[in-house]
């Protein structure tokens, strides 16, 4: 089955560094999404792209947070410098339009982040 | 603004026996689509079935399905013949017609099954 590849599985860094993640998207999809889960907010919209541009980082720190897709096969999600409250599960989803109403989102196995 | 409420926060059921997750929605976008998804103990997020708000059938899939009450404003899982491997948090969400994939999501209900 094809799925979301997302690296690495958990992260731990301290506080001040850089923080990098990939998400390789399902062939054929054309919209990538980021997300992040944590208890108290559960799961927020980051960032997403169609077709490589990105529509809508709305709900992306801009001061430290950057989302990129350098080609169709990677999206980078990158956190610089990285601080103790951006600790959570951060999800790439790759989308899929149904019936031009809805995308069906596949998402990744998330990337577990803790900044000491 | 649209919102998607989930007041169960933990639910049990006896394995084999069907049970209802609840979700309510709100939007005052005439186009929408609603979802359910899946998040095991592994922490990966499983698609588990759509409904489009101008589908005229309940959505199924598989021992899923989506009881859509749209006057309501309601979206509940049905799951059937539960199994021991049901046992996960269940994540209602939506999305707008103008923001295809921006999925609002609700806060999960948990779901246990018991031998």
């Known amino acids: 089955d094809a799925r979301v590849t997302q690296t690495p599985r958990h992260k731990v860094t301290e506080m001040g560094q850089e923080v990098t993640m990939r998400c390789q998207p399902i062939?054929?999809?054309?919209?990538v999404f980021w997300y992040r889960q944590t208890m108290m907010q559960g799961l927020e919209l980051l960032a997403y792209?169609?077709?490589?541009?990105?529509?809508?980082d709305s709900g992306m720190p801009k001061d430290r947070f950057s989302a990129e897709m350098p080609d169709a096969t990677l999206a980078t999600l990158k956190i610089q410098p990285s601080e103790p409250r951006d600790s959570a599960v951060y999800f790439c989803?790759?989308?899929?339009?149904?019936?031009?109403?809805?995308?069906?989102?596949?998402f990744g196995s998330g990337t577990q982040l803790s900044v000491l | 603004a649209q919102k998607i409420t989930q007041t169960q926060p933990g639910m049990f059921v006896q394995e084999k026996e069907a049970v209802t997750l609840d979700c309510t929605y709100d939007?005052?976008?005439?186009?929408?689509?609603l979802f359910w998804y899946k998040q095991p103990s592994s922490g990966e997020m499983i698609f588990l079935i759509y409904?489009?708000?101008?589908?005229?059938q309940n959505a199924t899939e598989g021992r899923y399905s989506l009881n859509f009450q749209k006057a309501r404003k309601s979206a509940n899982l049905v799951i059937s013949a539960s199994q021991l491997g049901d046992s996960a948090m269940y994540f209602c969400?939506?999305?707008?017609?103008?923001?295809?994939?921006?999925?609002?999501f609700g806060q999960g209900t948990t779901l246990q099954v018991k031998p």
């Open positions: 409904q489009g708000s101008y589908d005229q």
């Open positions: 989803a790759s989308g899929l339009v149904l019936g031009g109403q809805g995308e069906k989102l596949f």
């Open positions: 062939l054929g999809h054309n919209t």
């Open positions: 939007t005052s976008d005439p186009s929408y689509g």
């Open positions: 792209f169609r077709n490589r541009a990105p529509l809508d």
């Open positions: 969400a939506m999305h707008g017609s103008g923001n295809t994939g921006k999925l609002i």
